[in-house]
């Protein structure tokens, strides 16, 4: 059956440091899509970066980095120099091919990340 | 382009009651889903719409409800509310038929008493 975990559930850093959010997965597709999405206090989630199970490439967007890595079935995100306005529950999914699954994206629990001054 | 919007935002409703959601999409987005925020359970699927069909449906009971309009705005239904239901709703859209990174809106907090 499908499941994200996101062990984490809170995070707490000092400005500048960098985390880390772990993402694990279990699915038994062989095609499957992982997102990263950002909610912060307002309620919205905010779409940070879509995966393919056939793309194994690191991808770096600014001070955002993810590690994508299917022989441990993790999804990490990076954020370097993290800044306040960075403090957000951050929630990994996965959506699978088989099913019909398309836009049906199962989430982690999240990891609330505080960002102090 | 205007964002995913949500109608209303916040709603408070009375035990035994029915709601109706609303949602627009992005334009020229044809996939709708729609999400449960529960703090005990988190984010869970309700259901799916492309082009006016149900393509996937979440494990809820048959009291949720939902469809979607030929200009892909969406709604939907709750009967016979319960405590539990009380959720922040989140509607998404999306491009296409295919695995698409969704946008969502701004949700809608309902609160059942």
């Known amino acids: 059956a499908q499941k994200v975990t996101q062990a984490q559930t809170e995070i707490s850093v000092v400005e500048k440091e960098d985390v880390t959010l772990d993402c694990v997965y279990e699915?038994?597709?062989?095609?499957?899509?992982l997102f990263w999405y950002k909610q912060p206090p307002s309620g919205e989630l905010v779409f940070l970066i879509r995966?393919?199970?056939?793309?194994?490439q690191n991808e770096i967007s600014g001070r955002y980095s993810w590690n994508f890595q299917k022989s441990t079935s993790s999804f990490n995100f990076t954020i370097t120099a993290s800044q306040v306005v960075d403090s957000a529950v951050y929630f990994c999914?996965?959506?699978?091919?088989?099913?019909?699954?398309?836009?049906?994206?199962?989430f982690g629990a999240g990891t609330r990340l505080a960002v102090h001054p | 382009k205007a964002g995913v919007t949500q109608t209303p935002r916040y709603l408070i409703k009375t035990r035994g009651q029915q709601v109706t959601l609303s949602c627009s999409p992005i334009?020229?987005?044809?996939?709708v889903s729609w999400y449960q925020q529960t703090p005990g359970q988190g984010l869970q699927f309700l259901f799916e719409?492309?082009?006016?069909?149900?393509?996937n449906k979440g494990n809820f009971p048959g009291r949720f409800s939902g469809r979607q309009f030929s200009n892909s705005r969406s709604e939907m239904n709750v009967s016979t509310l319960e405590l539990g239901d009380s959720a922040l709703y989140l509607c998404?859209?999306?491009f296409g038929q295919g695995f698409r990174e969704q946008y969502f809106g701004p949700g809608t907090r309902l609160t059942v008493t």
């Open positions: 998404a859209s999306s």
């Open positions: 699915t038994r597709d062989t095609t499957y899509y």
């Open positions: 995966r393919n199970s056939f793309d194994e």
């Open positions: 999914a996965l959506s699978e091919a088989g099913s019909g699954g398309y836009n049906k994206l199962i």
């Open positions: 334009s020229g987005h044809r996939s």
């Open positions: 719409y492309f082009s006016e069909t149900q393509r």
